[in-house]
T-cell receptor, first 112, second 113 residues
Framework: DAKTTQPTSMDCAEGRAANLPCNHS???????VYWYRQIHSQGPQYIIH???NNETNEMASLIITEDRKSSTLILPHATLRDTAVYYC?????????????FGKGITLSVRP | DTAVSQTPKYLVTQMGNDKSIKCEQN?????MYWYKQDSKKFLKIMFS???????INETVPNRFSPKSPDKAHLNLHINSLELGDSAVYFC????????????FGAGTRLSVL
């Protein structure tokens, strides 16, 4: 599975959009970009995933560059409850013995 | 109803003891996992079971023995607990083997004294 690089931390103001970047320059053609988050003292939570098209769901939007070497997770209106560690993971969607490998993630702090 | 539930939430015990953590999922998933998150917050997979069959064993000491009585349950038994076993243990499940979308429990914080 391709490796990802994320900044260590970032913050944003409540109500503003939070744009979380991720670099995955060695991504393969059959690998997807997945985003999870882990709120303090909770288990990781799946947010969204995509292959090459931009994706949106009730939680967030995922923008993937045309060359697929980077992506951005967008929380359109961040709230205090969005403060968490966000993990960008690149891997195939279905792989018999594939694992979900969590890196260090990016710590998002939403300030009032 | 909680999709993936673990018990207990907290576990404090002495070195050398044996303890178990239980996990149940009501999602009808085929595959269940155990992850360990250490003090540095790295989250790593330990085991994966698919329909009660062990699929992934990530070179975990054999003091750790997962058991899956049915596909909705995956328990983790730990023998002869050591200080280094102190961590948060997460159970997760996915629809089937190898799926990247997984659902996690709230975690069990194990403290070995």
């Amino acid at each position: 599975d391709a490796k990802t690089t994320q900044p260590t931390s970032m913050d944003c103001a409540e109500g503003r959009a939070a744009n979380l970047p991720c670099n995955h320059s060695t991504i393969s053609g059959n690998e997807y970009v997945y985003w999870y988050r882990q709120i303090h003292s909770q288990g990781p939570q799946y947010i969204i995933h995509g292959l090459k098209n931009n994706e949106t769901n009730e939680m967030a939007s995922l923008i993937i560059t045309e060359d697929r070497k980077s992506s951005t997770l967008i929380l359109p209106h961040a709230t205090l409850r969005d403060t968490a560690v966000y993990y960008c993971i690149v891997r195939v969607a279905d792989g018999a013995n594939s694992k979900l490998t969590f890196g260090k993630g990016i710590t998002l702090s939403v300030r009032p | 109803d909680t999709a993936v539930s673990q018990t207990p939430k907290y576990l404090v015990t002495q070195m050398g003891n044996d303890k178990s953590i239980k996990c149940e999922q009501n999602l009808g998933h085929d595959t269940m996992y155990w992850y360990k998150q250490d003090s540095k917050k790295f989250l790593k997979i330990m085991f994966s079971y698919n329909n009660k069959e062990l699929i992934i064993n990530e070179t975990v000491p054999n003091r750790f023995s997962p058991k899956s009585p049915d596909k909705a349950h995956l328990n983790l038994h730990i023998n002869s607990l050591e200080l280094g076993d102190s961590a948060v243990y997460f159970c997760a499940s996915s629809l089937r083997q190898g799926r990247a979308i997984q659902y996690f429990g709230a975690g069990t914080r194990l403290s070995v004294l």
